[in-house]
């Protein structure tokens, strides 16, 4: 046995073969009749390749070469050239890995694998891998990581041979269920997707879906708590651009089922708020035919304004599934919408009537809590030292999302016409102005977080009476909302009687266009006309008048009698 101890890095030496041990391989996989080859080669003319070895606790570990070991032990060989070299576990793993790189017959699985073994045990990234490799794109060994996430029988169609590393590539991208479908696809003789680049195609028009223009916020982690929101999620193209090259700008989901799921909560949460406002709500369709599917078909309904509605649709089936605005129904449809038994109309009139008087009762809750907040800081006095009622002021202007109106509110409160903004300002106010300002955006602050039983509480220690407010603020909401239905029905009332002005003046001009050269004009009851005009008519008086009588006598001319006649 060779002694390993002491040998210089870099020397070349015999080794026997028993001495040998497989190290830290890429290749797990050995292809029979490559090996059998290369076995019968190796009996004919030898190990022409030295081997590289490092030194270890049993005798030698194999750096590279342990195909030719494999083969060599096969053909019976006793011992192998090696050149020896001293290399921590990081510099063995290097040797290997750019060692397997210049070979064209490492599995994919295995370098998928090795690839894998690097980043876990040795916390290597995959742009580091890649440099190392030169010739090896960020992107060629993402996808062969990406390869570790085939199921199980997949990863043996490919070990095997029985399925194309295209396929492979595409199928790998999908989830677990979804890879299970598209593996018995590609069983099928008659399967439709031969080529990879078809494959990948159908995954992305069905399969993988768009983000971009989804209906819903990709930031909303409640719509569906336990996926989270889709801007965080690791299912998604966009969150490996090292798999997906360009695909994050493209930003596609990976979870079909995910998102189908989301599609139906939004849908749900749409309808509700939409029933909730009184709103009439259809599911429709873009196609003519739903037969079958539960939605109304496109010649039922059309597009309309908010106020010719008779409701509202939404979308759902196809590319605009989740859409949703307000329709006029058509035909049948419009019939039975008007035809609703009595007790859906009543239905739908109480349904309306209570959301306006929600809406009422939260706005009267707003604008009491305004006016609380008003008489409470009027009422603010206190001891604190200037300095920190600037620093805080300050500190609560800079991170408060008030509204301009809600500024005022508070700069009222400061006698000021406006909100200060600048340090320079803020340095100009009073210690009783800082507590104001202070106090009045952290007030603000909590009712836009949901603290409305704080504020009432700060309220209710300074003797203000938020009922009290409450009930004023109904009966002003309620009084501007009459005079808003006043002033809607005065300018509908002056408009009909323009209109009857504007028909009445138009029917005058009308008769007025009648008579010959437009001169006759009606005065009350009688008609003011033109002197040619009443020639004409006198014209036309005898003419009648003659054609009616019998034909006048000729006037007799004077003759000579005849002879014979008296």
């Not at 189908?260 to 939004?266: D, I, N």
Request: charged letters at 35%; aromatic letters at 4%.
């Amino acid at each position: 046995m060779a002694n390993a101890t002491g040998i210089d890095s870099g020397k070349r030496m015999m080794i026997g073969i028993h001495e040998l041990s497989p190290g830290l391989n890429a290749r797990k996989h050995f292809d029979e009749l490559k090996q059998k080859e290369l076995e019968k080669s190796i009996k004919e003319i030898g190990v022409v390749q030295d081997l590289t070895v490092r030194p270890d606790a049993d005798g030698f570990e194999i750096v590279c070469g342990e195909r030719r070991f494999r083969a060599a032990q096969k053909a019976g060989v006793k011992e192998l050239n090696c050149v020896v070299r001293k290399l921590t576990d990081e510099e063995a793993v290097q040797i290997g890995l750019i060692d397997n790189n210049d070979r064209d017959d490492v599995h994919p699985m295995d370098e998928a694998e090795y690839y894998g073994m690097l980043i876990e045990k040795h916390g290597y990234t995959v742009k580091k891998i890649s440099e190392l490799l030169k010739s090896k794109s960020v992107q060629y060994v993402a996808n062969r990581l990406q390869l570790l996430k085939l199921i199980k029988p997949a990863k043996e169609k490919l070990w095997k041979g029985e399925m194309e590393l295209g396929h492979a590539l595409v199928i790998c991208q999908v989830p677990a269920e979804e890879q299970k479908g598209l593996l018995e696809c590609t069983e099928h003789d008659n399967w439709d997707y031969k080529s990879p680049k078809e494959l990948q195609e159908y995954v992305k028009t069905d399969i993988m879906r768009k983000l971009k223009g989804v209906r819903w916020d990709l930031e909303d982690a409640e719509l569906l708590p336990d996926a989270g929101a889709c801007s965080a999620c690791a299912k998604r193209t966009g969150a490996n651009t090292d798999l997906f090259g360009d695909g994050g700008t493209n930003d596609r989901c990976m979870d079909g089922e995910c998102f189908a799921k989301k599609l139906a909560a939004f849908k749900e949460k749409k309808l509700a708020e939409l029933k909730a406002a009184g709103h009439a709500v259809y599911a429709i369709s873009e196609s003519s035919y739903t037969r079958g599917t539960g939605l109304m078909d496109a010649n039922k309904w059309e597009k309309a304004k908010t106020t010719d509605a008779d409701g509202y649709g939404i979308i759902g089936d196809g590319e605009k599934e989740g859409d949703y605005f307000p329709i006029k129904l058509k035909g049948s449809a419009a019939v039975k919408a008007k035809t609703a038994p009595p007790a859906e109309i009543k239905k739908r009139q109480e349904e309306r009537a209570k959301a306006k008087a929600e809406k009422m009762e939260e706005d009267a809750r707003t604008k009491a809590l305004h006016a609380g907040i008003t008489e409470v800081l009027g009422k603010v006095s206190g001891e604190w030292s200037t300095a920190a009622l600037r620093m805080v002021a300050d500190a609560m202007q800079a991170t408060s999302g008030t509204s301009t109106e809600e500024d005022d509110l508070i700069a009222a409160a400061m006698k000021l016409k406006r909100m200060p903004r600048s340090d320079k300002d803020i340095e100009k106010l009073s210690r009783k102005q800082l507590l104001i300002m202070s106090l009045g955006f952290g007030l603000i602050e909590e009712i836009d977080n949901g603290g409305e039983d704080v504020v009432e509480a700060v309220c209710k220690s300074y003797g203000v009476d938020i009922a009290k407010l409450t009930k004023n603020a109904v009966k002003e909401i309620a009084a501007g909302k009459q005079a808003e239905q006043e002033a809607k029905e005065k300018g509908a009332a002056e408009e009909k009687s323009a209109a009857a002005a504007e028909t009445e003046a138009a029917k005058k001009h009308s008769e007025s266009a009648g008579t010959i050269g437009g001169v006759g004009v009606k005065k009350g009851k009688k008609r003011l006309v033109s002197p040619m005009t009443k020639a004409i008519h006198a014209e036309k008086a005898a003419k009648k008048n003659a054609a009616s009588k019998k034909p006048a006598k000729k006037k007799a001319t004077k003759k000579k009698p005849k002879k014979g006649k008296k």
